[in-house]
């Protein structure tokens, strides 16, 4: 049957006559066939992926892409007037992710099964997820996003463990998803609870956060600016990894395996902290079967593997022990028992798992107790080695490696940018999708204008179908022919939007002036802020207020503009950064692990203006320093001056006059009767007196690096060949690369 029979079959309708409702549920059906055709063969060995976070996206797309039959599925759909792109966006967006790290285990999920790896995720079924964000007065507010509905690709299981608390015991439900490979399905495995009650939750999200069997699956990371939040947060983590550790033995026990031999039948990827008490609870359940500890410590150090994802000490995640003891009482014993362990071996207290303030430090015991440490770009592991993790690294050297991270080419280019994947399969043919560092090739049309001018003109067709889709979704007119300058990513000091914003209040003020830029500027943000950080949430209002303020002045509407937009999530991603032109990386050097949206928006063709920080460093070796824009204090820089502790904003502020002007604009009259005086002064006094991310050290460098861009942007040939370079340079960042070196250092699955 053809693929075109077969859907209509699904139909049960001509194709012409369908809704793009009635094709949706089409060609679920049809992919649900296709999937039931592929034989998955079980290995011996099988990797467990275990995250807080998917941030898995819309599945439709990427599915067809990869059972091979998406250009074919949008050209019959085309020939009957139909939208491939109109009939996927009816698919609700999954709610379980909040940022890189959860897209990270999302894009590795989809090459662990097209790469033929047996990997299944492990993870927790939020029903709520993180918060839908809503703006309203130029604020964000959170609303609960109820994003399970009837819901498409979920599959409920007849599979239940017992979780056992101190206080009481949870029966859990497992709840799949497929993730289709290539020639494989593999799976990505969700835990909830029965009891969970969506009705207990409030419209600005409020709810009680004691009634753990009503509330436990409900949020991604629930408000733990106090105890009761930090509690259900551990009760999510050991529900999580107590889950993930039964599923594991008895998977194996299943395979034929024995509880000896478990380190041959299964490697667990521990994706940063949140899941660390598998380790203990993998011992637990060992012992409880009757394994004696020594035994069982042995087996599960050779079965787990850490990966870390954050150098921010606050970021790093501690335990007040005595929360660990009441709640998870025979895990405490585990923990106290490998932490002893260690303290008779090492006098460092820098190495002890529970320090002196009976403060338990969940990295510790993850590369104490695992068989592999890894950092997520070259740089971030050179200083988890030199400085982070160095007494670590002096006991462990072997453990320490490093992955770079990678993206999913198949939803970020095939999926997202259909215009340029199709033009580079008529460029160089369709062997680049089996080894993406075949993209390289294009270079050879550097200087080919006819190939050049080619890729101005699908930038500018993605551009208008951006500006459609933010008119329809925000009702804000925007100039395609303008500059695209974007900046997408969680809100947070270290990424710096601040600064991105004070290089626009600078730009305003100048137009006020009357220096015009050449080419209108758009800037674009998407992100959001966790709902109790108020400097972050100061940032967005800061942009908000600003947005409006330049939408109603007409003068200079006509040169800038700048649209934050509303409850940023893949689906924006995947409209945005097709669409932009400059891709803002600029976190202060040392403090961005790697960054993933950098490598998106360079295989779309963006160039990067960026410091010498996380994946930046190797874009950067990887096109050359013609082909990006660099800027800022180096890494070695920032963490001299932050030992030296001599760093004083102010001394910037008051000598700079551009610096001074942008920073007083803050609480400027105009912004003032847009916004909020306290939030706005809160901002201003925190740069002035703290600027912990060094905003101002940097700024002079931005503002004329930036301005160098936007000069080079009228050169559009010129532009265009350092565009092509980009995304002939981006297979390296290929997730399918990635995973590849995961498997032949860690994970060794046949
Ligand atoms: C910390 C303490 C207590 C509870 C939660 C947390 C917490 C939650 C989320 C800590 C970190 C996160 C998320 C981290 C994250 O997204 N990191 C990003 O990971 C990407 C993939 O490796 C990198 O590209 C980014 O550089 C990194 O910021």
């Known amino acids: 049957m053809t693929l075109s029979q077969r859907l209509e079959k699904n139909c049960n309708k001509l194709i012409y006559d369908c809704t793009d409702e009635e094709l949706f549920c089409g060609i679920l059906k049809t992919i649900d066939e296709l999937k ?8 011996k060995k099988k990797l467990y992926y275990i995250s807080a976070e998917f941030l898995i996206g819309k599945l439709m797309e990427s599915n067809l892409i990869n059972l091979g039959v998406y250009h074919d599925m949008r050209q019959i759909l085309s020939e009957y007037g139909k939208d491939l792109s109109k009939i996927t966006e009816l698919e609700i967006e999954p709610s379980l992710g909040n940022g890189g790290l959860g897209r990270l285990a999302s894009c590795f999920l989809d090459s662990i099964a097209y790469t033929g790896i047996d990997g299944d995720g492990v993870g927790l079924l939020y029903h709520c997820g993180l918060f839908k964000q809503v703006f309203k007065e130029n604020k964000q507010f959170e609303t609960p996003n109820l994003w399970l509905g009837d819901n498409t690709v ?20 497992l709840y799949t998803i497929d993730i289709i490979g290539k020639d494989r399905i593999n799976k990505l495995n969700l835990f909830d609870i029965e009891t969970v009650d969506e009705k207990i939750v409030t419209d600005d999200i409020r709810y009680d956060k004691a009634d753990i069997r009503r509330n436990l699956t409900l949020f991604l990371y629930p408000d733990d600016s106090d105890e009761a939040g930090r509690r259900l947060r551990l009760y999510q983590e050991y529900f999580m990894a107590s889950n993930g550790a039964q599923l594991i033995i008895d998977e194996t026990l ?19 902290t949140h899941p660390s008490l598998i380790i203990p609870e993998l011992i637990r359940l060992l012992c409880e079967r009757g394994m004696d500890m020594d035994t069982s410590i042995k087996i599960v150090e050779k079965m787990c593997a850490y990966t870390n994802h954050t150098i921010l000490a606050e970021a790093l995640e501690k335990w007040e022990a005595k929360t660990i003891q009441d709640i998870i009482p025979e895990i405490y014993e585990i923990i106290k028992e490998l932490d002893a362990r260690k303290k008779s071996e090492c006098a460092d207290k820098s190495l002890h798992i529970i320090d002196d303030n009976s403060l338990v430090h969940m990295a510790r015991m993850d590369i104490h107790y695992s068989f592999s440490v890894n950092g997520v770009a070259a740089l971030h592991t050179e200083i988890l080695k030199k400085s982070e ?19 999913s080419m198949r939803r970020w280019l095939t999926g997202a940018n259909p215009r340029l994947d199709g033009f580079i399969e008529e460029l160089i043919g369709r062997d680049f999708r089996n080894d993406y560092e075949k993209l390289k090739s294009l270079e050879r049309y550097k200087d080919d204008n ?12 993605n551009k208008a179908d951006l500006c459609d889709y933010i008119k329809e979704k925000q009702g804000i007119d925007l100039d395609p022919n303008s500059v695209f300058d974007v900046q997408i990513k969680r809100l947070h000091e270290y990424k710096r939007q601040q600064m991105n914003v004070l290089y626009l209040i600078t730009k305003y003020l100048d137009i006020k002036r009357g220096i015009l830029p050449k080419r209108p500027i758009t800037a674009i943000f998407g992100a959001k802020a966790a709902p109790a950080y108020t400097i972050a949430k100061d940032i967005i209002h800061l942009i908000l207020c600003i947005e409006e303020l330049i939408e109603k002045d007409k003068a200079v509407s006509e040169h800038l503009r700048v649209v934050m937009v509303e409850n940023y999530n893949v689906t924006w991603a995947e409209k945005i950064i097709p669409a932009s032109d400059i891709s803002e990386q600029i976190s202060l050097a040392s403090k961005e692990a790697s960054g993933t949206g950098n490598m998106k928006m360079m295989l779309n063709g963006a160039l990067t203006l960026g410091t010498m920080d996380g994946a930046n460093i190797e874009i950067s070796s990887l096109v050359g320093e013609d082909n990006i824009y660099i800027f800022g204090k180096s890494s070695d820089e920032v963490i001299e001056c932050y030992k030296k502790n001599n760093y004083k904003p102010y001394d910037y502020y008051e000598k700079d006059a551009r610096i001074k002007e942008a920073v007083d604009f803050i609480t400027d009259k105009d912004i003032l009767a847009l916004g909020d005086k306290e939030s706005l002064t809160r901002l201003k006094n925190e740069l002035i007196k703290k600027d912990y991310f060094m905003t101002f050290p940097d700024f002079e460098d931005y503002y004329s690096t930036k301005d160098k861009m936007l000069s080079d942007y009228e050169n559009r040939m010129g532009w265009a060949k350092q565009s092509l370079v980009n995304i002939a340079n981006s297979g390296y960042f290929s997730s399918d690369r990635t995973i590849r070196e995961y498997n032949s250092d860690i994970w060794r699955i046949v």
């Open 154 to 173: 979920l599959n409920k299981t007849d599979i239940s463990y017992t979780v056992p608390f101190g206080d009481m015991t949870l029966k859990s439900r």
């Open 36 to 43: 039931n055709e592929i034989k998955t063969k079980d290995e």
């Open 254 to 272: 299943r395979r034929g395996g024995r509880l000896e031999d478990l380190a041959d039948y299964a490697v667990v990827q521990i994706n940063d």
């Open 450 to 461: 006819r190939v050049l001018s080619k890729l101005l003109e699908i930038k500018a067709e």
């Open 389 to 407: 993790l160095n007494d670590f690294y002096k006991i462990y050297p072997e453990k320490f490696n490093n992955k770079t991270n990678g993206i």
